[in-house]
């Protein structure tokens, strides 16, 4: 059994921010990379950054400029830091860990109204 939870979705107005945190156990959090994905109603889901064990980042052109991607490898932690969010960003989004298979998070829903 693993425990990925994930915290920080909630409801802001555009223009506002919020930080997404993701807790792993460190059997699969330590050397695996971590990724963020979202998933609006009725769309497909859609990745919007990833971050290896070593800390190198990428993050999709729409989100480049406003979203921040990290990890804190002492607490099992990755974060999505996200500014000037913009109704469009409205989703649920999902954190998964990448090792020898796929782990993920139940999801948490980011509500951007305008």
């Known amino acids: 059994q693993v425990q990925l939870v994930e915290s920080g979705g909630g409801l802001v107005q555009a223009g506002g921010s919020l930080r997404l945190s993701c807790a792993a156990s460190g059997s699969i959090f330590s050397g695996n990379a971590m990724a963020w994905y979202r998933q609006a109603p009725g769309k497909q889901r859609e990745f919007v950054a990833a971050?290896?064990?070593?800390?190198?980042?990428h993050c999709v052109y729409s989100v480049k400029s406003r979203f921040t991607i990290s990890r804190d490898n002492a607490k099992n932690t990755g974060y999505l830091q996200m500014k000037s969010l913009k109704p469009e960003d409205t989703a649920v989004y999902y954190c998964?860990?990448?090792?020898?298979?796929?782990?993920w998070g139940q999801g948490t829903q980011v509500t951007v109204s305008s």
């Open positions: 998964v860990v990448i090792g020898g298979q796929n782990y």
């Open positions: 971050i290896s064990s070593g800390g190198s980042t």
